[in-house]
């Protein structure tokens, strides 16, 4: 009996020791400038036992209490680090990891399991380093991010040089793009064909096309999230370069060394200046008729933080850019000049607080602001008399937002990792527009404007559970929340995702997600230009939504350090929004938009696509790059288009194809090419033409005085193409580009030599119908195609400091 009793004591205390946990957490951060590293990841070394830091470093390890335990600390393009420590206690501790250059093949063959993108619950994620995409060739030496995302499975390309990105069926509308934290609603510089975002001034970027988390809402699509570099804490530091079309320069550096720093980067291109001696010389030739274009673009990210101590930390960020384009006409009596001026700025405000080592905090203030302007004056003689005829015009849209976000990580165990947090966001949106024919003055004229404002909120929850080794799940629900006027949308949004670990390095991988989206894109052109209007939900317009599944597998070859996935999807939509045939929302003779009101000329359908996607992935090493390939199929239908029948929309490609290989020759020089094909887009061919007769110069087209073209038939309507009917020609293009790096004494310089569309493919950018005359003296009516880019050599100069 006393044996027993003793027997029971020594098990009771051995189970309170065994029940004894500490927790463990700090911040990873960069060796040499101190920055956070996110997705960093931090496990016992030789167990499954892990965690991964978050977005701002911050990593939180909950154990059974030792006399000691070895940590290792690792990330893609960092040394790992171990440290042995003492597991008595909580503990607060803190790590920097070295970064490398260039990691070897034997360093690639050391990677950790935790490092395996088999062992993530989540899938449908793609992340390029931002060192990798300064190496890819691109279009005249600008290093795009956005490009570098369209060369991933998944994201459809739009037009020939466009950074319009079309995700699983989607369109540009329907992605969620975030700099820190901040929405951007048009990402586009000189008419889509550059993005805004300076790759000097980011830090991160990563793009999710499926299995959403909760902690993301407001879109169908895809995030793409960006978080811009916080600036060295240590020592003053600095990056630019000098290209055929903009100059670029970044500088950083401690504001207190090791509590606080900043950064600044701007961009401009100079177009403008490049032009200037050029048209002054035309204008002196006799046969110059005045004609003045003009246009550059410029932006501006500037970020400082403040390390408040252990617990708090405060980060301001902001961005500004503006496109400017302007032409001018002026020969006797006519005169004329128009402008066109779009831009982005967004503020961000944000503060980190530790409540303690198991639970984290992010509480943000967000400003956004989009605006587009377009103004036009026209002068001209009438007859031969004195009088002149004058006409202006002024068409302005813009939408604004407030927003307020406080977000938590909580780890009460190796098991879970918990995400929950709310989001407000106040839309004010100003789409309106004026134009005025008669004698009128220069003047500049300020349309109607009639804002419409709304409420977006959202609620979330997310838990990263990991019941058993083999298995790994993300269950979360969002609650999304609209008001716009009277009217209230409330909607349930459940999210999951899992990975069931096959083997070793190889997992099956399935997720499910609903969206919502209250803010929506019309668009008359699908090429994504700043004339698209920007709008919200009101009580005749309802939310958009989608539901996606998605099934894969994933696998890490461990010994050549490549990463392979392939994945299915099928994605349903509804509500989704496009123009009614001739619909228009600009208002002329005096209209102003709220005459004529967009609501009335737009109209809503479904849409749904499937199909799967293969990528190979090797992100370091002396070759590193990808290959991807998507096969897909999209299909809209609405009620009021194509006589309801089904169609492609423009952006349906059933093949696309990319291959990206950066070889890193020596520690001198980097050569790199991309190779891209993707079937040709579908599109509507005009089956009859019209001309129009008119003398007014801003009411060209009017309906009352139209001829029918002598040389076709008239047709029935059933007898028109069916929409979207006619497939382009195959896409394809190669692009080479060679760096020479030197280091110097107190710098680094790097030439790099470029050329785009290397075989001269003749793309086609769009098609048209026109008469050419044959040999026998008769007209035909042929199908012409125009190319945008031939052959396009670049060079650049980049430096570091």
Not at 417 to 428: C, D, E, P, W
Not at 653 to 682: C, F, P, Q
Not at 749 to 761: D, L
Request: net charge positive.
């Amino acid at each position: 009996m006393k044996i027993n009793i003793i027997m029971a004591l020594c098990l009771a205390s051995m189970s309170v020791y065994g029940q004894k946990r500490i927790t463990i957490s700090g911040f990873v951060k960069e060796k040499g400038s101190q920055e956070l590293l996110t997705s960093a990841n931090v496990y016992i070394a030789r167990s499954a036992t892990g965690s991964v830091t978050n977005n701002y470093g911050f990593y939180s390890l909950t154990i059974p209490a030792s006399d000691s335990v070895t940590i290792a600390y690792s990330l893609v393009g960092y040394e790992t680090v171990t440290h042995t420590i003492a597991a008595h206690q909580d503990l607060e501790f803190n790590v920097v990891l070295p970064s490398v250059r260039q990691l070897d093949e034997v360093v690639i063959s050391a990677r950790k399991q935790e490092d395996y993108i088999s062992n993530s619950a989540q899938m449908s994620v793609l992340e390029i380093p931002i060192e990798q995409i300064k190496k890819i060739p691109s279009l005249l030496g600008e290093k795009d991010v956005l490009r570098g995302l369209q060369l991933m499975p998944g994201v459809q390309k739009g037009t020939e040089g466009q950074t319009g990105l079309y995700v699983r069926g989607g369109g540009p509308d329907q992605n969620l793009i975030l700099l820190d934290d901040a929405v951007v609603y048009n990402a586009s510089h000189l008419f889509g064909f550059f993005s805004v975002f300076n790759s000097d001034a980011i830090k991160r970027v990563e793009l999710t096309k499926g299995g959403f988390p909760a902690r993301y809402g407001g879109r169908l699509s895809s995030v793409v999230e960006m978080d811009m570099k916080e600036g060295s804490k240590e020592k003053p530091q600095g990056e630019g370069g000098i290209g055929l079309i903009s100059s670029r320069l970044t500088l950083e550096g401690p504001i207190s060394k090791g509590k606080s720093s900043f950064l600044i980067s701007g961009r401009r291109t100079y177009i403008d200046l490049l032009a200037a001696p050029v048209l002054k010389y035309m204008e002196k030739k006799k046969d110059q008729n005045g004609f003045r274009p003009g246009y550059y673009f410029y932006d501006l990210n500037a970020k400082i933080n403040y390390d408040l101590g252990p617990k708090n930390k405060l980060y301001v960020s902001g961005y500004l850019g503006q496109d400017k384009f302007s032409v001018k006409e002026e020969h006797g009596t006519f005169k004329m000049k128009a402008g066109l001026d779009w831009g982005n700025a967004t503020g961000t405000m944000r503060w980190n607080h530790v409540f303690n080592r198991k639970l984290f905090a992010n509480t943000a203030f967000v400003f956004t602001h989009f605006n587009f302007t377009t103004t036009s004056y026209f002068r001209e003689a009438v007859g031969n008399s004195d009088a002149t005829t004058e006409s202006r015009l002024r068409y302005d849209s813009r939408i604004q937002d407030l927003s307020f976000k406080s977000d938590f990580d909580f780890y009460p165990n190796t098991s879970h990792s918990i995400k929950f947090g709310i989001q407000a966001t106040r839309h004010k949106s100003t789409p309106s527009a004026l134009a005025i024919s008669g004698t009128k003055s220069e003047d500049n004229i300020d349309p109607f404007e009639k804002p419409v404002y709304s409420l977006e909120a959202g609620a979330y929850f997310e838990d990263t559970w990991h019941p058993f080794e083999a298995l790994k799940m993300n269950l979360g629900a969002r609650l999304s929340y609209f008001k716009a006027k009277k009217k209230m949308y409330i909607n349930p949004e459940p999210r999951f995702s899992a990975a069931l670990r096959l083997a070793p390095d190889f997992s099956a991988k399935a997720s499910y997600a609903r969206m919502n989206q209250y803010v929506h894109l019309l668009s008359n052109t699908g090429l994504g230009l700043p004339t698209d209007l920007w709008v919200t939900s009101t009580d005749r317009i309802a939310p958009q939504q989608s539901s996606q599944v998605a099934f894969g597998f994933a696998r890490d070859l461990r010994n050549k350090g490549l990463t392979i996935t392939l994945e299915g999807f099928y994605k349903d939509m509804k509500r989704i929004l496009s123009y009614r045939e001739g619909a228009n929302f600009l208002g002329v003779n005096g209209e102003n938009a709220s005459d004529v009101d967009w609501q009335n000329n737009v109209t809503s359908g479904k849409g749904w696509s499937y199909g799967s996607e293969f990528l190979v992935q090797k992100k370091s090493g002396k070759l590193s790059g990808w290959v991807g390939y998507t096969l897909s199929w999209i299909y809209w239908k609405f009620p009021e288009l194509n006589n309801g029948q089904k169609f492609h929309p423009r952006y349906d490609r059933r093949h696309d194809v990319s291959v990206v290989g950066i070889y890193e020759l020596n520690k001198r020089i980097t050569m790199s090419a991309s190779w891209v094909y993707g079937t040709g887009n579908a599109l509507t061919i005009p089956a009859a033409t019209y001309y129009p007769v008119s003398d007014n110069y801003f009411n060209r087209f009017d309906p009352t005085e139209t001829i029918l073209n002598s040389t076709y038939k008239e047709f029935k309507a059933s007898e028109f193409p069916a929409k979207n009917s006619f497939r382009a020609e195959a896409f394809h293009r190669m692009d080479l580009s060679i760096q020479f790096h030197k280091k110097k004494k107190h710098h680094e310089r790097t030439w790099e030599f470029s050329v785009y569309n290397a075989y001269n493919r003749k793309n086609p950018f769009f098609y048209d119908r026109s008469e050419e005359k044959m040999a026998n003296g008769e007209w035909k009516t042929v199908l012409k195609k125009y190319s945008l880019f031939p052959v396009l050599p670049s060079f650049s100069y980049n430096f570091k400091f």
